[in-house]
């Protein structure tokens, strides 16, 4: 028995590649809904209390460092 590996026949190879393209196709799916739903926390969280205190405070960093770099 030989464990070169072997070239499967052309059926396989075809039935081997529809089922490769239906999986791509699922995962397309997947990543896709994953993008949807990453969009909607991205948006609930900087209409979040704890988001719009994030943003005040990234806001009021680059204005100090911007001041910073004025002063120099």
Same mark, same amino acid.
């Given at each position: 028995?030989?464990?070169? !590996?072997?070239? !499967?026949? !052309? =059926?396989?190879? =075809? %039935?081997?590649? /529809? $089922?490769? $393209?239906?999986?791509?196709? %699922?995962?397309?799916?997947?990543? /896709?809904?994953?993008?949807? @739903?990453?969009? #909607? @926390? ?6 979040? !209390?704890?988001? @719009?205190?994030? $943003? ?5 960093? /680059?204005?100090? #460092? ?5 002063? @120099?």
């Amino acid at each position: 028995m030989s464990n070169q !590996p072997r070239i !499967p026949d !052309p =059926e396989t190879r =075809e %039935r081997h590649i /529809a $089922k490769l $393209k239906e999986i791509c196709q %699922r995962w397309d799916v997947l990543i /896709a809904g994953l993008d949807e @739903l990453n969009a #909607k @926390l991205d948006a609930d969280f900087e209409n979040s !209390p704890l988001g @719009l205190l994030y $943003k005040r405070r990234a806001e009021r960093l /680059a204005n100090q #460092k911007q001041a910073s770099s004025s002063q @120099l």
